[in-house]
């Protein structure tokens, strides 16, 4: 059964930084492209960041460029999602998503982390 | 990089058919066959009903189907039940190789 179990989220003031967790199983975490989406409290989905199966392909969303980094560890089966100079609009909670055949949807989903940024 | 546009919401009654559409451009829903649907149930995480426009993943219901014209694609749900009650949120892949989501369609069961 494939798994992913996001942590690390919480309260953060304005500038802060955070680095998210994704610890996957029940599929063969290297063959496969890896996503973060965000969902502000009563909002819609946002796609934040992909990953190539080897990590050398990382895309953004504009709003977080500079300011976010992805990245994984094939050995550990594990996503991350460092983000930095954090700001009230990154409140969210953020999913960490396999991202499926061709590449152009998610699969699977995790039960997502809540990222709040407040003074 | 902008949202996907899909109606605020939808209804019907249970038994009945329904559509909602997603209106991308040329770079997006209209440029590949990469569009995918997803159902979102209050406090849950997404889970995947259509994907690559009308494929359905294992375990979802034939009532389940999607389609695309130009640059608008379509989710159609036939034989509404309660538990269909949700949103739903089209995404597609871009030129970009971003991916762009739709802002969300909530649907009402009557």
């Known amino acids: 059964e494939v798994q992913l179990v996001e942590s690390g989220g919480g309260l953060v003031q304005p500038g802060g930084s955070l680095r998210l967790s994704c610890a996957a199983s029940?599929?063969?975490?290297?063959?496969?492209?890896m996503s973060w989406v965000r969902q502000a409290p009563g909002k819609g989905l946002e796609w934040v960041a992909n990953?190539?199966?080897?990590?050398?392909?990382?895309y953004y969303v504009d709003s977080v460029k500079g300011r976010f980094t992805i990245s994984r560890d094939n050995a550990k089966n594990s996503l991350y999602l460092q983000m930095n100079s954090l700001r009230a609009e990154d409140t969210a909670v953020y999913y960490c998503?396999?991202?499926?055949?061709?590449?152009?949807?998610?699969?699977?989903w995790g039960q997502g982390t809540l990222v709040t940024v407040s003074s | 990089q902008s949202a996907l546009t899909q109606p605020a919401s939808v209804s019907g009654s249970p038994g009945q058919s329904i559509t909602i559409s997603c209106t991308g451009t040329?770079?997006?829903?209209?440029?590949?066959?990469?569009v995918s649907w997803y159902q979102q149930h209050p406090g849950k995480a997404p889970k995947l009903m259509i994907y690559?426009?009308?494929n359905r993943p294992s375990g979802v219901p034939d009532r389940f189907s999607g389609s695309k014209s130009g640059n608008t694609a379509s989710l159609t749900i036939s034989g509404l039940q309660a538990e269909d009650e949700a949103d739903y949120y089209c995404?597609?892949?871009?030129?970009?190789?971003?991916?762009?989501f739709g802002g969300g369609t909530k649907l009402t069961v009557l």
């Open positions: 040329s770079s997006d829903v209209g440029g590949y066959n990469y």
């Open positions: 029940g599929f063969t975490f290297s063959s496969y492209w």
């Open positions: 990953i190539k199966q080897d990590g050398s392909e990382k």
């Open positions: 998503a396999r991202v499926g055949g061709s590449g152009s949807y998610f699969d699977y």
């Open positions: 690559e426009v009308s």
């Open positions: 995404s597609s892949y871009t030129s970009s190789s971003t991916v762009v």
